[in-house]
């Protein structure tokens, strides 16, 4: 009988594996066999020409209809959002898991499982309220790149202090112990022991959050994003970005050659996306090999 079980088990668990890969490919497959014909330079810079694109590079010159605008939009978008949430992510995760008590524990455990589950539309609402109140005290203050950034950190906290929590969780009790012998403050211990110990958990938290505040449409819809903006100057300007490009060009098309830019502009998104974890992933193994190694 536990052999039918396990035989069953596996042989569901191997069916919902390969109808996962086969959606993925599905997917991959549709983006490149309509997208992939208008992938290229012409596609981010407008132009084939190599000294149009460094003029573009430097900003020497403006570009309309192509990506190059979007592109810099999403990075800014996204670097904002992890430098406002990153801290504070960080920071409350280390809270909950070593200095928490259990009721506190529960509370904020409650606190974030409840921001976790709210929707982006609504966090979008949030941000455009927030605007909307600073506008009546500084009505110089528009929606901008530093209000969809702020929205786009609330949304992507619980990941990080969730991660950050159960990475420094799991390390084992010897860890604390150990240092705690050898007379080591708490401080240190959390600085030089326990964080170096979980990078790769909580670098697993960034790779989520970087990934969640580069797909976004919802949240900048209504904090920010605009359609031709351009190269945001600062960030209390608007800006563009690549999720509102694709969402606004297969919405209003009117003809087959938009609709395949913007399923290019999907498969650019993608591969950024791929850029990034990939980044991310090798940034978290050298993190990991240097403190492990000045650790020792």
Known sequence: MNRIYDFTLSLFAGVCGLLLIASVAVMLGFLVGQGGSVLGLKLIFGSTDFREIIDIILLRQVVINALWPALIGTFLLVFTALITALPLGLGVGVYLAEYAGK???VFFSLIFDLLAGVPSIVIGLFGFSVTIYLHSHFSDLMPCLLISGMSLALLVLPYLVRTTQSALEELPSALRVTSFALGAE???????????????????????????????????????????????????????????????????????????????????????????????????????????????
């Open 103 to 105: 009721p506190a524990k």
């Open 186 to 296: 708490k401080s240190s211990i959390i600085l030089l022991v326990l964080l170096p110990q979980a990078l790769p958990g909580i670098f697993s938290g960034i790779v989520l959050a970087i990934g969640r505040a580069a797909e976004d449409t919802a949240v900048i819809m209504l904090t920010g994003v605009v359609a031709s903006a351009g190269i945001p100057r600062s960030i209390f300007d608007n800006y563009e970005a690549l999720p509102f490009y694709i969402y606004h060009t297969a919405s209003q098309f009117s003809n087959q050659h938009e609709l395949q830019q913007g399923i290019g502009a999907a498969l650019v998104l993608l591969i950024i996306c791929t850029l990034l974890f990939t980044g991310a992933g090798l940034l978290r193994k050298k993190a990991t090999h240097h403190f492990l190694y000045h650790s020792k």
